[in-house]
């Protein structure tokens, strides 16, 4: 008999993930498709009701659960959920809330919220990419040229310091990597948080490994946060890389509190967040995770 599990805890967040085990012939009656292995498709659920809409994921047979199903959060979808699924002969399994466990659903559903509205609009991302993505949280990279405040910022994030600060360019040779949660209540979900080594004048081959790094940071990011000074303007090969990067990656312009010696909308015309970690670190913060979060429309994920 097939059966289903709430993974995630009940109402807790905007989406809601459940494991169903059953074969795909089962997923096919129920769900009216099956997408091919590894790869995940939108799908109406409630049949002829069609009450809602969510994302449903073929993980593979080997896989427990084999098959997941990303709802729309919220008590009534989730009863209304289960009563169909009943009424089609499928067992509910009961299981205790993890929060440990919550905290990862969290990151996939926010990463399965991201490739729903991509797919919504015609832009699904390529599977194995997202694949990554899905299985870990969406990683946010730091990046910009040296000594602009990057880790001061990733230690603000932190509330702590966990990473080294100095008034020395070059201080971050290796990326660090902190798990995360950003936003409040039910927009918050898990990233990866990815402080790197900035970009200067290469010197020497440690410069240039370091570089290569932090590229590779880059590629891998879900979102690279382009950090410059409001009193230093970046180097030529800098600016040109921030002005090719994707218009949806974030630019931020720091150290506000020194004067602004450059025009930064001169180099990409699109917005810049200004801050200051010195002056007003929680308000910095909040719009760079507001500029996160907000193309996401997570809440209407599901149409
Ligand atoms: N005035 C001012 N100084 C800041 C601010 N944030 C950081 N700094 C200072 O800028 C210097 C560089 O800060 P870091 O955080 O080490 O800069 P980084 O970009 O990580 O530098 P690298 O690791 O060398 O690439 C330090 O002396 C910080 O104290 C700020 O908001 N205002
Ligand atoms: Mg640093």
């Known amino acids: 008999m097939p059966s289903y ?24 009656a129920a769900f009216r498709k099956v997408p091919a292995l590894h790869s995940f498709s939108l799908c109406s659920v409630g049949a002829g009701q069609g009450f809602d809409e ?14 997941e199903v990303h709802l729309h959060g919220g008590q009534g979808i989730a009863s209304t ?3 169909w699924l009943e009424s089609l002969h499928w067992q509910e399994l009961i299981s205790s809330p993890n929060p440990l466990q919550n905290r990862f659903l969290q990151a996939r559903g926010l990463a399965n919220a991201l490739w729903a509205s991509r797919a919504l ?8 990419s997202w694949q990554a993505v899905l299985e870990n949280p969406p990683k946010v990279v730091l ?31 290796d990326s660090v990597e902190v798990g995360i949660l950003m ?17 200067g004048v290469f010197e020497n081959d440690l410069d ?12 891998q990011a879900w979102k690279v946060v382009w950090l410059c000074d409001a009193h230093t303007p970046p180097i030529a090969p800098v600016a040109q890389w921030v002005q090719s990067s994707p218009s949806e990656h974030l630019r931020v312009l720091l150290r506000t509190d020194l004067e602004e010696t450059w025009c930064p909308e001169d180099l990409w ?35």
């Open 5 to 28: 599990r709430l993974l995630s805890a009940p109402a807790a967040r905007a989406i809601s993930v459940w494991g169903l085990w059953a074969t795909s012939q089962e997923i096919n």
């Open 54 to 67: 969510g994302l449903l994921w073929h993980k593979g047979e080997n896989r427990s659960p084999p098959f």
């Open 81 to 83: 959920f289960s009563s």
């Open 121 to 128: 609009h015609g832009d699904p991302p390529a599977a194995p």
């Open 143 to 173: 990046a910009g040229p040296t000594n602009v405040g990057k880790s001061t910022l990733m230690n603000a994030w932190l509330g702590a310091d966990r990473v080294t600060v100095s008034p020395h360019p070059g201080t971050t040779r």
């Open 183 to 199: 936003g409040e209540g039910e927009a918050s979900a898990e990233v990866r948080l990815v402080d790197t080594a900035g970009f």
């Open 208 to 219: 240039q490994a370091a570089l290569i790094q932090t590229r590779e940071a880059c590629d």
């Open 269 to 303: 015309p699109g917005p810049w967040i200004r801050g200051s970690c010195h002056q007003d670190a929680p308000t910095l913060l909040a719009e760079i995770e507001q500029a996160l979060f907000e193309p996401l429309g997570i809440l209407s994920f599901v149409r």
